[in-house]
Structures are given as C-alpha cells and as structure tokens.
C-alpha cells in the first residue's frame, strides 16, 4: 500500500519566523495610525482663571483663604486650587441732605438743604474676585474636570466654607501667563 495523501509536516524555518513578525509589525503600525486619528487627544495645559462673586456678605468673606479647593457646585467636581483673593467693598447710592448758606441780594444769609446723591462703600457687602489655578484640558476648548470655563459665563463655586455664583472675569494659560481664548 503506498500513501498517496500522507500528509506532510511543515516545518517552521527563520524566513517563517522573520515573515510573521514583519506581517504582526504591518498590522501594529496601521492600527496604531488608526486609533490616533479615531480617539481625540488631550492636552493638558496649567491655567488661572479668576470668578467674580457680586454681594458678598462682608462677615463671609473671611470664609475662603488661599489654598482652599474650589468645586463647581452643579456637579461637585474639582475645578482648582484659590491662589489670591481680592475684595472691594460694593458701591451704593444713597441720598444725602447738604445744609447750604448763601446770601441773597439784600446781603441776609439764607439757609437752604439741598439733596444729593452719592456714592458710597457699602459696609455690609463687597465683591470677591478668586483667582484659581487649575490642570485643564485644551484640547477642544478650556475644560477641568469637565466643565468647561469660558470668560465672561456664569459659575456656581464652593469651598468647605464659601459659597457663591460668580461670573469667569479671566482665564489665564500659566506657561505663557497670557490670557486664553
């Protein structure tokens, strides 16, 4: 009997080998290209922005210190680190009555009040400017921790103590210290 479908082993030499691994590199290599132009990057870049917080209870502003971590209070997600704080007393008008002498034309002197409006600090509330610092992707946009900061747009912060809806009055790329878009 003589076998004619016997089967026969291959066997694997070096160019085998070598060819396997070129073809698993082609592969590597195209889907490495693919994934990088599917899956967006991230930049992460250091910033500093600055909220603006309008009528502040002057007892509560004592309430936040530089260090203090700042969360966006929507989402309770960390938005960054207060570096400064600036505090100006709030204006207000208010009217007041000036006592004025003058002579008439028979030479008496004559007294008259005259009201007047002026403006004055309030002693009861000033505006709170914090400044942050904060890691943000900059990739599409400015965003930390998935908030996205955006001058001139409203911003419900808080700290362990401090509360307040403020307004973003800057945004700063830390590197170049110049002011974000």
Known sequence: MTKKNETKKHKYNFIDFVLIIVALAIVAV??????????????????????????????????????????YLDTKTYLGTVKKITVTPEKVECVVNETVEALNEQGETV?????????????????????????????????????????????????RNFAGTGMITAIYNDTSNKEAK
Do not use: R
């Not at 967006?40 to 603006?52: D, K, L, M, N």
């Open 30 to 71: 195209g889907a490495y290209f693919i994934v990088k132009g599917v899956v967006p990057q991230t930049t992460e870049s250091a910033i500093t922005f600055t909220v603006e917080v309008h009528d502040v209870d002057n007892e509560a502003v004592n309430d936040i210190g530089i260090g203090d971590l700042i969360s």
């Open 111 to 159: 007294t008259s009040v005259e009201k007047k409006v002026k403006t004055v600090d309030s002693s009861l509330y000033s505006t709170v400017s914090i400044t942050l610092t904060a890691v943000a992707d900059t990739s599409v946009g400015i965003e930390v921790n998935g908030v996205q900061i955006l001058s001139g747009e409203t911003i419900a912060i808080y700290s």
